[in-house]
């Protein structure tokens, strides 16, 4: 049956520390909008976002968790179906840097995804604390993609990274998933 | 261009199946070239086009939708195409915003979903489950509350049929999702919140009883659907805390998320298999401690109200058992944590009432002491793992006792769900962890080793008296043994006054079966028992042997604790009650006799004054005696008896009314210093009392024959740091004597008697045993001459010089001390010195 409106299905889940920008990452994505004053997310957030690669349609179920502590426990039972993970950080928050060791650990647990870092609000690029280049060495090791964004200022560009960096690598790391095998509407 | 691919294909479809109808294959042919042409779609499209009307404010075309349902009716196998062309319409009305038309689709689809036989509807249900989930997947509140109420529908309905490839893992992650929606508008908020609830429950109820789905237990769907209804449970229930007006509050009465969660978790719990149950409450636990949400303790104990009420009741212990793991795993918590889930515990433990303990009872138990233990420790030393920061320290002492007394609670609860049998199993494993000094329980040199030890007395002295609180035993015998109250006896002799208490509190709650003993909280000497009321049942056969048994046992130990002198007023109240609640339940004639002898030795504690008992302490004991003798008096109704108490008493109140309660047990004392020089006429006598019962038929003999406790020699080494030494020996005493003193009446004048013959019969045999291996042995290493100097001797000789030995050795003891220890079962401590002295002599010539 021909009727589905996509060709591929694939969710895809933001996790970083709170506060360092993930919402507004997928604001911007998905309505090409930022939320100013955008509060601190409860739970997990939704959105849909169907682009076309290569004649394909992809529809991407972004599961938007929150960062604080306390749902710590809902937003992982996220993680394990997810077919691609983004761990956001903040390039003018060492904090949220140092952090990343912590949430690839607690990756580890529930997932096995191959993982994208994202460094958001290079708008803010004279308070960085995060260096372009300690971010892409600590990528490298482990075998992460690596890019810097800003959800603000977000020129095309900067956009069509994300929306690349989101949809394209997935078909060729072998786990492309069809809407027959994905089971969600089924 | 849509037109042509939904129409081609189920089209495709039809031509693969087989049996095609022609106009059908017409309209493939057709369908392409002109999309518009009515005539040759397939009637059930005509059907469902049919339905909607021109301008999507008019609704549901009804005559229209009357016949669809006709139709589907008699032509189920359509269902499908029925299904997946109305699924197709509406994703394309939902991209194109035409909500109207959405509205429709899903009515029409309900209503279809309705109509139609459990059988058929598995045909139908793939194109409406993806109508759901476009409709889920929409940002607008109203079509994601428009697909929640349809899945809801849908939810009701029993389907007989499995369908093995439906997953709902979208729906469980939507649902949940929805369920922290954090929308600007309230309303909306709150509106979309119970629509993921309801989409929750939705999908539990489809799934929890098919086993051939997915399995909604798996950690995966639980960790998502508990956290997201307690997260209702617990937000609205702040929100609701401050409702600006109560017009809103009424309105949100009527249904609440919080309500609905609430509902929604019981209904979930109440399915849980067995195997479910570890699934569904660890994430109440994780959610709890993510939140900290057991420190105000209110959320957290209605959360475990909710589940142990909605749980299968014989699953209750499994919820248990979770809790005492999760307190485990929190050791090193702060304590205001740890008590947080102890208190749920104890609640838990309430309710679950039988079903709360499960089939490990004293590992449960086990685990609470261990969380004492672990509790004292993090208080003695400030720090979870040595090496402290000072400046926490007083908060974390006092927040370790709010979770030690929380703690002892809840092993009261715990104990207070069990049968009897095994109240007293628990008991005595409680007893056994007491550390005592003899036992090799972990003492530890050192004032803080002192200090730790004293304090973990303290703590499980005061879940043993929880427990005992609660206890309900007919048999005194079975309740107490031996073990038990041997050690329970011997802390009683320890120098804590605190520790004291405890024991004497502990024996109190054991032996008023029938809540006489608040009665007797206050000393006093009421001149009409009748005003107690007391509850009075006749001594049991049991009790007269618990008393033959132990009796001597227990009037010892009160005598002794009436010696101390750092007795206060609740200890000599405690010795009342315990005193009268003796004998009340547990007396017959010869154990009154025996605790009016008691008494009366006691009253010569106070008067003769060996120990340098304090002004306060001897009026207390003349006191507590005359309020005893006083009611005992009364309870055996003998007129002269009576009277003769009486006397004494109003002579007290004239002369000395300081020796009376009534002048004691007050605030402020008042005390006479001179106390020495009291007439005969204040104090009870035992001549005197002794003639007057005798009278009545109670033994006289006995009667006048006066109280002295046992082994008095030993217990005046009393003021011992440690028990340990004296409890071997006393209980072996006790176990020994008891048989034979009982026949005999003075009890205490037969101590010699019985000694001599254990010591007869045990050291002439040990000896004998000894003399031979020293002979084997000198004849085996000593010298040639040695030896035919031996053999030249006389045996006779030796014989008899032997014989003198013996007599000498053993006759006269060396100590009393001495003399016990020998009794019982080292003899050779004390007799083979003397022998080993005298024996080479002996050889030698």
Known sequence: ?186 | MALTTWALGPALRLCAAGPVCSWEMLHVAGAGVCGCCGALRPRYKRLVDNIFPEDPEDGLVKTNMEKLTFYALSAPEKLDRIGAYLSERLIRDVSRHRYGYVCIAMEALDQLLMACHCQSINLFVESFLKMVAKLLESEKPNLQILGTNSFVKFANIEEDTPSYHRSYDFFVSRFSEMCHSSHDDLDIRTKIRMSGIKGLQGVVRKTVNDELQANIWDPQHMDKIVPSLLFNLQHVEESESRSPSPLQATEKEKESPTELAERCLRELLGRAAYGNIKNAIKPVLIHLDNHSLWEPKIFATCCFRIIMYSIQPQHSHLVIQQLLGHLDANSKSAATVRAGIVEVLSEAAVIAASGSVGPTVLEVFNTLLRQLRLSIDYALTGSYDCGAGVSTKIIKEHEERMFQEAVIKTIGSFASTLPTYQQSEVMVFIMNKVPLPSTQQSIEAGKAGENRNRLTQIMLLKSLLQVSVGFQCSNMLTALPSVFLDRLLSAALMEDAEIRLFVLEILISFIDRHGNRQKFSTISTISDISVLKLKVDKCSRQDTVFMKKHGQQLYRHIYLICKEESNVQAHYEALYSMLMLISIELANEEVMVDLIRLVLAVQEIAQINEDNLTAYNRCALFALGAAYLNLISQLTTVPTFCQHIHEVIEMRQKEAPYLLPEDVFVERPRLSKSLDRLGPEVFFWQSKISEVLGGSGYNSDRLSTPYVPQLTDEDRLSKRKSIGETISLQVEVESRNSPEREQRAPAEEITYETLKKAIDSVAVEEQERERRRQVVEKFQKAPFEEIAAHCGARATLLQSKLNQIFEITIRPPPSPSGTITAAYGQPQNHSIPVYEMKFPDLCVY
């Open chain 1, 1 to 186: 049956m021909s009727m589905e409106d996509y060709d591929f299905l694939f969710k895809i889940v933001l996790i970083g520390n709170a506060g360092v920008g993930k919402t507004c990452l997928v604001r911007r994505f998905t309505q090409g909008l930022f939320p100013p004053g955008q509060g601190a997310t409860i739970g997990v957030d939704f959105m849909i976002k169907t682009v076309e690669i290569n004649g394909e349609k992809v529809k991407l179920q972004i599961w938007d968790t929150a960062g604080q502590e306390r749902f710590r426990s809902i937003t992982q039972s996220y993680y394990r179906s997810a077919n691609a993970l983004i761990l956001t950080y903040d390039i003018t928050c060492e904090e949220s840097f140092r952090c990343l060791p912590e949430w690839l650990r607690e990756i580890e647990q529930y997932a096995s995804n191959k993982l994208t870092v994202l460094g958001n609000k290079i708008d803010l690029a004279d308070k960085r604390e995060v260096s372009q280049q300690r971010a892409a060495e600590f990528s490298e090791a482990q075998d992460m993609y690596y890019l810097e964004t800003s959800a603000k200022e977000s020129d095309n560009a900067r956009q069509n990274t994300l929306e690349n960096n989101v949809s394209s690598p997935l078909p060729g790391e072998g786990k492309s998933i069809s809407y027959l095998t994905c089971c969600n509407f089924n």
